[in-house]
């Protein structure tokens, strides 16, 4: 990894304009690495690199150092040429949809990221399977590169790290994530702010719209399988954002009876956006048949067909995979 780290810091170096790309529907790893990367080339540099978001920034992430300065795609000139592109937590380039041209036409690319399912596209790829987040891959970068963390880069990939992993919670917290947040602890952030920030900061239409979605999830399969469908009224009628639906999957996930939870929302009368969470069971795979992937426990994919199709269409895979869990 060292020579990527170096390939890394020799083009970012010698460029004279960056641009670092989020992942569309954008949630805290993608945001928190996004900024921290921003933070620490400027720290490093004086670089002042640009910043572009797919989708609308959720209100959680607002605290974020810097990304008020971000932009969205219609703000960009996509018949410009970066000297440096680079992606963050963008797991494949299709996740950077209308933004795909500014990083193929760029002198240089670079692809930043964690997800098993990510292709290693780009000029130049730093892909680690095994880190907690695309958060934890940036501070090995920086820490390898003897880059200053400040408390701006601090916050930033401390942010990534604590979503990614659920607060802690999930499967990919190994014992060097809690070193590593303990290492950022000392530059001085602080754990139970940025936790409230995360998880305690939910408006109160969020709350009984969530509340609304979980009471209407629908079982199936002995209750191992819990999913709940997000209709376009739904979201209008609670007057909340898209990422209102954050979190739904991993509270029916919870339920003791379930292995795998989903979330169908719609997003036009034949396209649907699907997160799906689980136990046991590899749901990359699964999301992967749709276009999807992600995680093993935690993916998503977009599925072109109604509500009740696309339920059906994911039954029908998650049953085959509960089948081969049970035999």
């Known amino acids: ?33 996004m900024c921290a990367l921003q933070c620490a080339i400027y720290k490093q540099y004086k670089k002042k690199a640009e910043m572009l978001i797919l989708s609308k920034l959720p209100k959680v992430y607002e605290f974020l150092p810097n990304i008020s300065e ?30 795909q041209i500014l990083f193929e036409r760029a002198k240089f690319s670079i692809n930043i990221d964690h997800h098993r399912t990510n292709n290693h596209y780009g000029s130049l790829a730093i892909i680690e399977p095994r880190a907690s987040s ?7 970068i920086l820490k390898e590169l003897n880059w200053e963390i400040d408390l701006n880069t601090a916050t930033c990939i401390y942010t990534a790290i604590l979503t990614d992993t659920g ?21 001085g952030i602080s754990p139970r702010c940025l936790y409230k920030k995360c998880y305690e900061s939910k408006s109160k239409a969020t709350v009984l719209f969530q509340g609304y979605c979980i009471n209407k999830a629908i079982f199936s ?3 191992k399988i819990a999913y709940t469908i997000v209709y376009k009224r739904d979201i209008e009628k609670f007057a909340v954002g898209d990422d209102a639906t954050d979190g739904i999957a991993e509270t029916l996930r919870a339920i003791n009876s379930t292995d795998v939870s989903f979330v169908v929302k719609e997003v036009d ?47 029908a895979e998650i049953n085959k995979d509960i089948q081969c869990v049970k035999s």
């Open 1 to 33: 990894m060292k020579n990527l780290y170096q390939e890394f810091e020799k083009n970012v170096k010698k460029s004279k304009n960056i641009l670092i790309v989020s992942h569309v529907n954008p949630d805290g790893d993608t945001l928190g690495t």
């Open 70 to 99: 971000a932009k969205v795609l219609s703000q960009f000139d996509k018949s410009r040429e970066y000297d440096v592109v680079i992606a963050v937590d963008v797991a494949s380039l299709d996740r950077l949809i209308d933004a």
């Open 134 to 140: 695309s958060g934890e891959v940036l501070y090995k």
């Open 167 to 187: 607060g802690f919670r999930f499967e990919n917290t190994r014992a060097e994530v809690f070193k590593i947040a303990a290492e950022l602890t000392e530059i």
């Open 221 to 223: 399969s002995d209750d």
């Open 269 to 315: 009368t034949k396209i649907c956006k699907i997160s799906m969470r689980s136990k046991n069971i590899d749901i990359a795979k699964i999301c992967s048949k749709f276009g999807g992937g992600g995680h093993k426990f935690a993916a998503g994919c977009t599925i072109k067909s109604s509500c009740d199709d696309s339920v059906k269409k994911l039954l």
